[in-house]
């Protein structure tokens, strides 16, 4: 009997060295799962795809290589939402690493899907602010790699088609600086969407109190009427319209993440790290985007 359970205390020594996740109170100290999307970005910040183990639910884009970031470089944060209110990034994830090389933290709705993985689920607005409240508390966390690195202060929601919905319903928080809807705008008539998609009012553009960029793809384009009626309705802030003919699935999917990111990118440097090089792209009478012929552009109350 003695041999016994000798032999049994000793199994369970192993099995505690081959896997000592949450023996006796113990925390497991797994590393985050991670992988490079593309080659990184064509940023100054090589960037990385990975799933924090304090928030599994979303996915996190950012450089992988946080010594640059500090009190005087901060990484600014984007929420975003995935089109079809889909609980994963996995159609964006070329937008959002090219995005995230750029100097920004970039958390999608989702768990990290693994490579060539759709992802399963429907995801709630709410989700959006579940990603600002983890990032604050990230930058508070003295024992974390995020310590003192991310700018608080400076906080972007955005999301493509009923993700773009999503951030206009979380767009009112105070602690929204900017807001990037993309391939989207709120229907006609509340609730007429599919099944889970924020059934909001065109009275919500009201609560907007930042500046908004919308990125649309043009006539054919789905969601192109819904966006553009947003924006003859927003008066009481500043707004851009960006068109370009790709319909509605954007230019995400293409190497690093196409003509959208690049637009999205510049607005994000403008509005959250002050980059007036890169302003230039959306103020003035002849903006840098309106050369392009790629794109047609709107604006109202752009200094």
């Not at 032999?7 to 192993?14: A, G, M, Q, R, T």
């Not at 590393?31 to 090589?46: A, C, H, L, M």
């Not at 995230?100 to 399963?120: C, D, H, N």
Request: charge should be positive.
């Amino acid at each position: 009997m003695k041999k016994l359970l000798l032999l049994s205390v000793l199994f369970f020594d192993i099995l505690i060295l081959i896997n000592p996740c949450h023996v006796q109170g113990q925390v497991s100290q797994e590393k985050p799962q991670s992988r490079i999307v593309e080659d990184g970005g064509t940023g100054p910040y090589s960037a990385i795809m990975l799933r924090e183990t304090t928030l599994q639910t979303h996915t996190v884009f950012r450089p992988k290589d946080l010594t640059p970031f500090g009190a005087k470089n901060k990484l600014p944060v984007i929420a975003w939402g995935n089109g079809a209110c889909a609980n994963s990034p996995w159609e964006h994830v070329n937008f959002l690493s090219e995005v995230s090389s750029y100097g920004f933290l970039v958390i999608a709705i989702g768990p990290m899907p693994l490579e060539g993985e759709k992802g399963r689920g429907r995801s709630e607005s709410s989700q959006l602010i579940d990603a600002i409240e983890w990032a604050i508390v990230q930058n508070s966390d003295k024992s974390g790699p995020y310590y003192n690195k991310i700018d608080v202060t400076k906080i972007a929601v955005s999301g493509m088609s009923c993700g773009g919905l999503q951030a206009l319903e979380t767009a009112p928080d105070p602690r929204v600086s900017t807001v990037i809807i993309c391939n989207s705008g709120i229907l006609p008539k509340p609730g007429s969407g599919m099944a889970g998609m924020p059934g909001l009012a065109k009275d919500q553009l009201l609560k907007l109190h930042t500046p908004v960029l919308y990125i649309l793809g043009g006539e054919s384009d789905i969601a192109y009427a819904n966006g553009m009626d947003d924006f003859k309705r927003i008066d009481h802030v500043p707004v851009f319209a960006a068109n370009m003919d790709v319909g509605h699935g954007g230019t995400y999917s293409k190497p690093h993440g196409g003509e959208f990111a690049k637009v999205a990118i510049s607005w994000l440097l403008w509005q959250l790290k002050g980059d007036k090089k890169a302003g230039k792209l959306f103020r003035g009478k002849s903006c840098g985007l309106s050369k392009d012929p790629n794109w047609k552009v709107e604006k109202k109350n752009l200094k």
